[in-house]
């Protein structure tokens, strides 16, 4: 079975829960559906779904708890919905582990334009519930290097990226990103110096080459800033002195000389 095509729907609101089934199975997917936190971590280990959507108020556990036991076993895109728009808890839920999320009441074209976007994104062998710690890029950087990258992978002080396997290796161990932190760091490792902007890195999370036009809001950007410190942090970066992802102020992010 095409695990690309399955979605798991964790949502206790029955109108809710109805309408997502429809607009996912519109789009192709064999839906899942449990009004619970505890069902729904079930459902994804037993369904290994592309897609999971998550209520943020459920009746047993948050969704934030969700997230993270969810993160432990599964690289599942998660959009998580939430009926409260405070910055505290985008950051929170991206924070456990989400990729996307989405503020209710939301328009059905809205969610179906998120998923498509996500699936255009290859589904990699990002490492998953591994317990690397975030210092591994604390490494002295006077130690001696792991060996030569292999063709085709990025390298930047000591951090190795490789887009065909999906694996990001600092000082010989392997990071634990999310699929969305590593399409963000291979966007910028691949841009070299030239720093990318918040849209721009929102484009490329859409899979959209070119600026075709389509609106990127003040979430969408801050959404991007999220993530970046969820990656700076796992690579123990230093942003006042950074080694590797330099926050140029306005404009976006950049390559660390």
């Known amino acids: 079975m095409d695990t690309r095509r399955i979605a798991v729907i964790i949502e206790d609101d029955k109108d809710i829960r109805d309408l997502i089934n429809v607009v996912l199975t519109q789009s192709g997917f064999q839906v899942h559906a449990v009004d619970s936190g505890e069902d729904g971590v079930e459902a994804v280990r037993e369904h290994n779904p592309s897609v999971v959507t998550l209520d943020l108020g459920l009746p047993d556990i948050d969704g934030f708890e969700v997230a993270r036991r969810i993160r432990l076993f599964s690289d599942s895109y998660i959009?998580?919905?939430t009926a409260r728009a405070e910055e505290l808890d985008t950051?929170?839920?991206l924070e456990s582990g989400a990729d996307d999320y989405l503020t209710k009441p939301f328009r059905p074209r809205e969610l179906r334009?998120?998923?498509?976007a996500m699936l255009r994104r290859p589904r990699g062998s990002?490492?998953?519930?591994?317990?690397?710690?975030?210092?591994?890029a604390a490494a002295d950087p006077a130690e001696p290097r792991a060996s030569a990258p292999e063709p085709g992978s990025l390298e930047h002080n000591g951090l190795v990226l490789n887009g065909g396997t999906r694996t990001a290796m600092v000082q010989g161990q392997e990071l634990d990103l999310t699929r969305t932190e590593f399409d963000l760091l291979q966007a910028l490792m691949e841009s070299g110096k030239v720093v990318r902007t918040k849209a721009d890195l929102v484009r490329r999370l859409r899979m959209e080459e070119y600026d075709t036009?389509?609106?990127?809001?003040e979430a969408d950007e801050r959404t991007i800033e999220v993530h970046m410190a969820n990656l700076r942090r796992k690579l123990g970066d230093n942003s006042r002195s950074p080694r590797w992802l330099k926050t140029v102020r306005g404009v976006g992010y950049q390559l660390a000389p």
């Open 79 to 81: 959009i998580m919905l």
């Open 91 to 93: 950051l929170m839920g």
């Open 113 to 116: 334009a998120r998923v498509a």
């Open 126 to 136: 990002v490492a998953v519930g591994s317990d690397v710690p975030a210092a591994v």
């Open 213 to 217: 036009g389509g609106y990127i809001s």
